[in-house]
């Protein structure tokens, strides 16, 4: 494995100095477009991060607001914090290991991307941490789907209270851009198992794990707000 | 072309001009205590805003037909990427203008908005509802009675149609009218409410304007000093009867007030 | 530093494409996507012009009876109404300059052969297109369209039982916006990753044009911003729906509860206002970016302060992130927060400001050529004054009691935002026909497109701030209930009689659009002697945009005569560097 510490710090040094020195022309094409995706991936961020901080804004303003109640003419504050279910934390771990086994997938795709054309590779070196990945998101998955049954299964919907409406939305949103994600791993895992070119497939790993260790970050970040701001 | 652009462009300022200065239609009389203030700010903020606008029209005018191109091989543009200097100075002053207009008119509303109504203003509840605004009195003794929204039925105007709460004591005395009535030269301290949707309580004489949201009472005061009627216009869609939502303010001596709220009472028994 | 300069021999996204479909329909070229949503845009605003037509009908008669659409009620004046500025704003403002003209000519400015995504690019426009549609849908369905105006307040919009129209009709509208915010991200991310990534060796970002500039700035607004539409978006489809009360308090409608409590009509106005506000900069900043470019052209002069029109269009997009509470000064909003939000209206100003005087600093003593660009670039610096100047009025708060809700702001932002932007739409058509066509557009019907609809504009616009001054209202159906307005009428009425000849002479420019793509004179690759990339190339551009070549860059956008130099002009491309200072 040192190996492949080694392989990764040259790569990032071809990567971030693509344009420059004259290496192999398949290679240099390799690390042009993982430049330019990983930029793309870093403003399509950037996009994201401003519907979970309006979220986010929503979420305190809602907390804090008083509202008028008109039978007395007071103000008063109607906000209940939710009890949050302890498996969310099982599933918070599947995710933490998730972007583990991302990071290896994508370590993995880099350097084969880089080493195409050249000397031949074990198809199996390639697929289990993308298959694994892929599988520890959709367990994350399910595994949100079961603690929104147990809320139900306690009586909190979505328009239970206004903890709730917040539970619902942010674990959902966040699902739905993680599912995003899954489906990215599928299409390059499909893509490589055709055996399509490593390039374009180590391109869509690299992006997607970037993409994927930020919705890490983001869900670690949702829980904290959740628990310690309830 | 020049010459055509250059007399379209005047033509078009001067005429929107003359317009503005001879105040053909113009703001409608003021008649509260702030009106003086806020009218005189209008008009400062109108001249130097005035003054930029036609001088920078004419000049886009002039130089649209000064600088054309008259086919002279002589005379060439002048190359130049610009400068500095003259960047700076325009900067400052178009900054100092901003800021210093915006200085002045926030003294005003400090004045107005920072702080609360006085302690002897005269209170009405204004409630907007789709479609009308009714304005409740709290009585001799000052309370305003609870409301129910389980209660409000918008078509039995008055009492049922904000939702009063007979049972509550303080309720008693209270007394909802269709009108708005207010001593003269007394400050009035507004309580807005909103049954259903956003609107918004303008009073175009008295400089007032404020939106009544649902879920809040929002307290906002103002002093009339004429007496007369004055149209009240919401100033916030609310439906497909926005532009029928008006009501009356009328302001009338103290001592007509009283006997109005008077009169208003012994309805009561 | 040249970024991309190798990127540009990268393997090419993808080889020209030969089926039908393939090239017109599900193209990948910016340049053909870029032609999509042009007709996309110029769609919607016969469709938006027309709702306004109706509009100005109803106001002056009534009660008059129209064929086909027979009489228009009061509730149908404000669907009118809400139709049209939410089909303006989006489908036309936020798509013709940024998804129309800068995705076929950012790349080609910056000397790159497409953008950075290709699908992504293709997607974004169908997606935008798709939410074009069920927003005409939303006319169609029972109830029909929403009546709550483009700002969509709630209560009034999450109720289905607050008005007609408010039912599914209003789901539409809601999805057709969440739908238009994701293509407007994608297109965002497009064009950020191009201009950081593909600019061609030599063209630093100190030497892109300013409308490279303008695309860009416009680009990292959109970005930020409509994120937080869709969040709002999404937080009202679950009010109106699912029963939640993120904006809904206890309310009654007509005496019933609706099940509602808690939440805050002011947090939609806050939401909506934060993408509110970078929205008008983005409907005008590629405007900025274009006449800038135009009125250097057209004086033979470069423009006047470069570096500060870069960072005037920097301040803008930056300050309009911090002002939008400048929409909310009646809204129940603290006192002291409207004090501070005024101070940084105020400020975002001073920006504007310069920029209008680099405007006049470039064609002083330049050699004014009046082709029809110019005209409507001209046209441009004249509206965005008369709009501007209005802005102070309503900055300060206590000018805006008076004004708030009135025709004034009503005149106000369509001067700055609707016609000015228009103009700069205008202007970008006449001026890249030739480039994108290979054919020139009349002159003599464009100089009759272009006074008609300056003195038109004007016409319908500049009344309305006396109105607003007699406080004539906004959104109001019909002026017969408050007394007032008697009086005020008759200059609606002069108003209403300008929109009919306005909007008549826009079918000159329509009949101009397509009679010149089949008759208009041929065009050579660089008519205008500009001397910016897309004028180095052919006529319409090869499908990789350079034919094969790639272009290295000399010299800065604004090369004119240069003293000492052959020519009036030097291209970005020319290596002879003549500089004399």
Redesign the interface.
């Known amino acids: 494995m040192a190996s492949t510490t080694t392989t990764a710090s040259a790569n990032t040094a071809r990567v971030l100095g693509?344009?420059f020195g004259r290496p192999d022309q398949n290679e240099?094409?390799f690390a042009?477009?993982l430049?330019?995706v990983r930029?793309?991936v870093g403003?399509?961020l950037?996009?994201?991060?401003?519907?979970f901080?309006?979220?986010s804004s929503?979420y305190v303003?809602?907390q804090g607001?008083p509202?008028?109640?008109?039978?007395?003419?007071a103000l008063v504050r109607?906000w209940l914090p939710l009890q949050l279910p302890n498996f969310l934390l099982v599933n918070t771990l599947v995710l933490l290991v998730s972007t583990l086994t991302m990071e290896l997938a994508r370590r993995q795709a880099v350097s084969a991307g880089f080493g195409a054309g050249t000397a031949s590779r074990t198809e199996t070196d390639r697929m289990p941490w993308l298959a694994l990945t892929i599988i520890l998101g959709l367990s994350f998955l399910s595994g949100q789907w079961l603690v929104w049954r147990e809320l139900a299964a306690s009586g909190f919907y979505?328009?239970t209270s206004?903890s709730s409406?917040f539970f619902y939305?942010l674990t959902g949103?966040h699902g739905i851009h993680l599912l995003d994600g899954i489906l990215a791993l599928l299409a390059a895992g499909a893509a490589s198992l055709l055996r399509k070119s490593a390039t374009s497939t180590a391109v869509v790993v690299d992006a997607t794990a970037w993409y994927w260790h930020f919705m890490t970050v983001l869900w670690v970040y949702i829980l904290c707000l959740l628990e310690f701001a309830p | 072309m020049g010459l055509v652009i250059l007399v379209v462009i005047w033509l078009i300022t001067f005429i929107s001009a003359y317009f503005f200065v001879a105040k053909t239609w113009w703001l409608p009389v003021g008649a509260s205590a702030a009106a003086a203030g806020i009218d005189h700010h209008f008009a400062t903020t109108y001249f130097l805003m005035g003054i930029v606008f036609v001088v920078s029209q004419l000049a886009l005018g002039y130089f649209a037909w000064k600088y054309r191109d008259r086919g002279s091989a002589t005379r060439q543009a002048l190359y130049s990427h610009g400068n500095n200097r003259l960047e700076i100075i325009w900067t400052l002053l178009t900054l100092i203008l901003f800021v210093g207009l915006n200085f002045m008119s926030s003294s005003i509303w400090a004045s107005e908005r920072f702080r609360p109504a006085v302690s002897d203003a005269v209170q009405v509840e204004v409630t907007g509802m789709q479609f009308a605004w009714y304005f409740r009195y709290p009585g001799p003794d000052g309370k305003?009675g609870?409301?129910?929204?389980e209660l409000q039925d918008p078509s039995s105007g008055g009492e049922g149609a904000i939702?009063l709460?007979t049972s509550d004591p303080a309720s008693k005395d209270d007394f909802v009218t269709g009108t708005m009535y207010v001593p003269v030269n007394r400050e009035i301290d507004v309580i807005l409410?909103a049954e259903d949707v956003i609107h918004s309580f303008f009073i175009p004489a008295m400089r007032f304007k404020q939106d009544a949201v649902p879920?809040?009472?929002i307290h906002m005061h103002f002093t009339p000093i004429a007496t007369g009627d004055y149209e009240i216009a919401c100033s916030q869609l609310c439906g497909l009867g926005h532009y029928k939502m008006h009501g009356i303010l009328r302001v009338v001596t103290q001592e007509e007030f009283d006997k109005w709220v008077a009169t208003q009472e012994a309805g009561k028994q | 530093m040249?970024?991309?300069?190798?990127?540009a021999?990268?393997?090419h996204a993808h080889a020209a494409p030969t089926s039908w479909i393939r090239k017109y329909v599900f193209s990948l070229d910016h340049k053909v996507i870029g032609i999509q949503y042009f007709f996309l845009a110029l769609t919607a605003v016969f469709v938006g012009m027309f709702l306004s037509l109706l509009m100005r009908i109803h106001l002056i008669w009534p009660a008059a009876a129209l064929p086909l659409l027979g009489e228009i009620k009061p509730e149908t004046y404000l669907t009118l109404l809400t139709m049209h500025g939410t089909i303006m704003v989006f489908f036309v403002l936020t798509t013709a300059p940024q998804g129309g003209f800068g995705n076929y000519f950012l790349p080609i400015q910056i000397g790159a052969p497409d953008m950075?995504?290709p699908v992504l690019n293709m997607l974004s426009f169908w997606v935008t297109a798709l939410a074009f549609f069920v927003m005409i849908a939303a006319f169609f369905v029972v109830g029909g369209a929403p009546l709550h105006g483009w700002t969509g307040y709630p209560p009034l919009s999450a109720l289905q039982s607050a008005g007609p129209g408010e039912g599914l009709g209003a789901d539409l509208w809601v999805i057709s916006i969440a739908l238009f915010c994701v293509g407007a991200?994608m297109s965002?991310?497009?064009f950020?990753?191009t201009t950081?990534?593909?600019r061609a060796r030599g063209m630093t970002l100190m030497r892109m044009p300013l409308t490279c500039w303008a695309w860009f700035i416009t680009a990292i607004l959109g970005?930020?911003?409509?994120?937080?539409l869709?969040?709002?978006g999404?937080?009202l489809l679950?009010d109106r729906n699912?029963?939640?009360?993120?904006f809904v308090?206890?309310v009654t409608i007509n005496g019933q509860l609706t099940g509602h409590?808690?939440?805050?009509p002011l947090?939609w106005q806050?939401?909506f206002w934060?993408f509110g506000h970078p929205e008008v900069y983005i409907a005008i900043l590629p405007a900025m970016g274009l006449c800038s470019q135009l009125l250097s052209v057209f004086s033979r002069k470069p423009i006047f302060g470069y570096k500060a029109m870069v960072y005037a269009m920097l301040s803008i997009g930056f300050l309009g992130f911090m002002v939008w509470g400048h929409h909310m000064f009646m809204s129940g909003m603290s006192p002291y927060t409207a004090f501070a939000f005024s101070v940084m209206t105020m400020a975002i100003g001073v920006p504007s400001a310069i920029k209008t005087f680099n405007w006049l600093g470039t064609i002083w003593r330049g050699r004014i050529r009046f082709a029809s660009p110019m005209l409507f670039a001209l046209g441009f610096v004249s509206l965005f004054i008369s709009g501007g100047i209005s802005g102070p009025f309503l900055a300060q708060p206590v000018l805006d009691i008076q004004l708030h809700d009135t025709y004034f702001v009503v005149g106000h932002f369509h001067l700055i935002m609707g016609v000015a932007s228009i103009f700069g739409i205008f202007a970008a058509t006449y001026y890249w026909f030739p480039k994108m066509f290979g054919r020139m557009m009349n002159e003599s019907m464009a100089r009759w497109h272009f006074f008609i609809t300056l003195i038109g504009t004007y016409a319908i616009f500049m009344p309305m701030h006396y109105l607003g001054m007699a406080a004539h209202l906004r959104r109001y159906s019909q002026l017969t209930e408050l007394k007032y307005l008697h009086g005020l009428v008759p200059l609606q009425e002069f108003m209403t009689y300008a929109a009919f000849i306005t909007i008549a002479g826009q079918f000159i420019f329509l009949f101009n659009l397509f009679w010149s793509m089949k008759f208009g004179d041929k065009a050579s690759d660089n008519p205008w002697e500009a001397t910016t990339l897309e004028w180095t190339t052919a006529t319409p551009p090869p499908h990789d945009n350079f034919g094969g070549h790639i272009p290295v860059v000399y010299n800065g956008p604004y090369e004119y005569s240069v003293p000492g130099a052959p020519r009036d002009y030097i291209m970005q491309t020319d290596p002879e560097v003549v500089k004399a200072h």
């Open positions: 693509a344009g240099l094409d042009a477009r430049r330019r930029l793309g403003v399509a950037t996009g994201i991060v401003m519907i901080v309006s979220y929503a303003v809602r607001l509202t008028l109640d008109p039978r007395t003419g109607d979505v328009a206004p409406s939305l949103m | 305003f609870a409301t129910k929204p939702g709460d409410r879920g809040l009472a | 040249a970024t991309g300069e190798f990127a021999h990268a393997v950075a995504f991200l965002a991310l497009n950020i990753t950081l990534d593909m970005l930020l911003a409509f994120g937080v869709l969040s709002a999404i937080l679950l699912a029963g939640t009360s993120f308090p206890l409590k808690g939440g805050s947090l806050h939401l934060f």
